[in-house]
């Protein structure tokens, strides 16, 4: 807004040199009206972003539509304080479009050239009304080049949206890229480890509960061994879907590297994580897993170490290291099974 009022601004400038030099036959008044319609109708586009109302029209999504029709306003009624000027006026319309660059494409470069042309006409005829010196078909003319040359900076417009939007897209991409495992397509460890460090800072500053599960597949060497690795892949793709889809939207599950999961378990204190944990590994171990061979049947389990903040840490070192603990704990007693910190210790 203040780029574009300044732009306006410079405009008045102009008139005020042109007056300066004797080229236009403007008076100081016209001059004093031009700067009070500049900054009434620039105070309303204002004020309109400033109270949030732009929201609420939906045909202009990124509020340039509705702005730029009051630029072609207040540029035309420069041309019909000075009508001088009228070759002078287009210029300030194609750096306005500027403003446009990469949000409006054709259509929209084309509709609003062709209302400030269709304007630009009805005051230069109003302006111009009974001057013998000037030739209205070289005006027309003029303003014919003036609407094909928006023809063209309307495919150039639309050019620019695209790009735009495609880097947008591979920006999406990079950033799924950069947090997201590739092949069980559940969030990577460093997303994890980011998700709940900003979840131990909220416990530590506001209280609550969070708990952390470590999650291992039993013996997944000797499946990798026994069907391959392509078949090992796909048992831990289905695996991370199987294991989401019995989670709550809030709790999040992330492939921490090789046959290892990392489970965060939002405002979860500890006895509803152990029976989240303990339904997680009944479904793992009742689900008939897809063999080398195409033939469903194999069966896998998973060992769970659960640690709990505050009670055991709220710090993520120490926290996921006590997980770990419970997990070794839960190998060690005979696999298949969940393990609490606290039921290690004891």
């Not at 306003?73 to 210029?91: C, D, G, M, S, T």
């Not at 495609?166 to 997201?180: D, G, I, K, N, S």
């Not at 952390?212 to 695996?239: C, P, Q, R, T």
Request: glycine share 10%; charged share 20%.
């Amino acid at each position: 807004m203040l780029l574009a009022s300044g732009g306006l601004l410079l405009g008045i400038g102009v008139g005020l040199a042109l007056k300066v030099m004797g080229v236009a036959r403007l008076s100081y008044g016209d001059l004093t009206l031009a700067l009070a319609v500049t900054l009434v109708l620039q105070g309303v586009a204002w004020w309109v972003a400033h109270a949030g109302w732009e929201r609420h029209l939906a045909w202009d999504p990124h509020y340039l539509y509705a702005p730029m029709v009051l630029a072609a306003l207040q540029l035309n009624f420069y041309l019909y304080l000075a009508p001088e000027a009228r070759f002078i006026i287009p210029v300030g319309w194609f750096v306005a479009l500027l403003f446009m660059v990469g949000l409006a494409g054709f259509l929209e470069v084309v509709a609003l050239s062709a209302v400030m042309v269709a304007v630009y006409l009805i005051v230069l005829h109003r302006a111009l009304a009974g001057e013998p010196e000037v030739s209205l078909t070289l005006e027309h003319t003029f303003a014919g080049i003036f609407l094909a040359t928006s023809l063209y900076a309307g495919v150039v417009f639309e050019r620019l949206r695209n790009d735009r939007r495609e880097m947008a897209r591979l920006r999406a991409r990079l950033a799924e890229q950069a947090t997201t495992d590739a092949l069980t397509g559940l969030p990577n460890r460093r997303h994890w480890e980011a998700l709940l460090e900003g979840e131990l800072a909220a416990v530590r500053r506001y209280g609550g509960h969070c708990a952390v599960a470590m999650i291992d597949v039993d013996y997944f060497k000797s499946y990798n061994d026994g069907w391959g690795h392509v078949a090992g892949d796909a048992a831990l793709k289905e695996l991370g879907r199987v294991m989401r889809e019995r989670l709550r939207t809030t709790d999040v599950l992330a492939r921490y590297g090789g046959e290892e999961f990392g489970l965060l378990m939002k405002h979860t204190p500890r006895d509803e994580a152990l029976l989240t944990v303990e339904r997680l590994r009944a479904v793992v171990a009742s689900h008939a897993f897809a063999s080398g061979a195409g033939h469903g049947g194999t069966r896998l389990t998973i060992s769970i170490g659960v640690a709990v903040a505050p009670e055991h840490g709220v710090q993520y070192e120490e926290l996921v290291r006590r997980a770990d603990q419970a997990l070794y704990a839960a190998k060690r007693l005979g696999r298949n099974r969940a393990e609490l910190v606290e039921r290690v210790q004891a």
